[in-house]
């Protein structure tokens, strides 16, 4: 039997990794043609094929998925359309293949930016994942957000309706590879560490680029471990899961971060700040609440702000 991982981008490559590394099969399928980590097969499928998935499932007798293909915020922006075929559509094909195939278990990619929005409501206790939310005035800010929480409303129907076993996992902002830039965060720290290199003063003057108050922060290699630990779980009840480390940081700190990396860095941004991260009206009142994840799928980050960047500043081109 083999494990499925949707999406060749960072987070999918690595998970891919790490599965192969200790002796799973690993099927890693993307929308487009390239490498994969050694002893990983890759293949062709685009999840808005939904008969070509199912095949693909068939043919490899696929026991597991992790799902992480996805358009993010800025793609969706130049192409909604699109942008939701791919996210939401691709994400009911998964679902309806794994119903009809019988499959084991489904790790679904989400996102912490779901509850951005119910943030103006909620106080300084950590945030739950199932924290209160209205359905009109704390609607998702973003088609990606809305996207993902649909995601997650579906994988809890497929759960309840078709006994589907479903796990879904809200990753901080994600730090990761500095060469295939394709995130707000990963935006960010490639800025910051241009102007490190090159000895040049920047000016973060892009408003998705700076925030009010502090911000939470996930390495892409954390994610990938949260991924095959959600895999392993005996009794994931909660069934959806914060994926960070409790801490929060504001912009300040996060220079500072790659100050130590690049002493001299010089960075100045606006003052007064007050929307939160990524342009989203509201600043984040507490950091994510991941004792869930500790307890029901028995996994921690292992790696700090620091050490994210240090390693992803050091693997940059």
């Known amino acids: 039997m083999t494990v499925l991982v949707l999406g060749a981008g960072l987070i999918g490559g690595l998970t891919a990794h790490l599965l192969a590394e200790r002796g799973d099969r ?30 693909l499932m068939q043919t490899h007798r696929i026991r597991d998925v992790v799902h992480t293909a996805a358009w993010l915020s800025t793609a969706i922006r130049q192409d909604p359309l699109k ?101 707000v965060p990963g935006r960010l720290l490639h800025t910051l560490v241009q102007a490190g290199r090159n000895a040049q003063a920047v000016a973060l003057d892009d408003p998705f680029l700076v925030w009010g108050g502090r911000e939470e922060f ?32 504001s912009l300040a700190d996060f220079v500072a971060a790659v100050r130590c990396v690049y002493p001299h860095l010089q960075v100045s941004w606006p003052p007064n700040l007050y929307t939160g991260f990524a342009g989203f009206p509201h600043q984040r009142p507490a950091p994510s609440d991941h004792r869930k994840a500790q307890s029901e799928l028995g996994f921690a980050c292992a790696h700090a702000l620091h050490d994210s960047v240090a390693h992803w500043a050091a693997m940059a081109h």
């Open 26 to 55: 690993v099927v890693l399928a993307d929308v487009r043609p390239g490498t994969a980590p050694a002893g990983v097969e890759r293949w062709v499928c685009d999840v808005t094929h939904a008969s070509a998935l199912q095949d």
């Open 218 to 249: 996930v390495d892409a290699r954390d994610c990938a471990r949260a991924n095959v630990c959600a895999l392993d779980a005996a009794k994931p009840v909660q069934r959806v899961y914060h994926i960070a480390d409790g801490q929060w940081h």
């Open 83 to 183: 942008g939701i075929a791919v996210n939401i559509m691709g994400t009911a094909h998964v679902l309806e293949c794994a119903r009809l195939l019988g499959v084991r278990r489904v790790v679904l990619a989400s996102s912490t930016t779901v509850t951005y929005t119910g943030f103006a409501s909620h106080g300084p206790a950590p945030i739950e994942e199932d924290m209160p939310m209205r359905l009109i005035s704390d609607r998702p800010a973003s088609i990606y957000a809305a996207c993902k929480l649909y995601g997650e409303n579906l994988a809890h129907l497929y759960h309840d309706l078709y006994g589907v076993d479903t796990v879904s996992l809200r990753y901080a902002a994600v730090l990761g590879d500095l060469n295939n830039i394709t995130s």
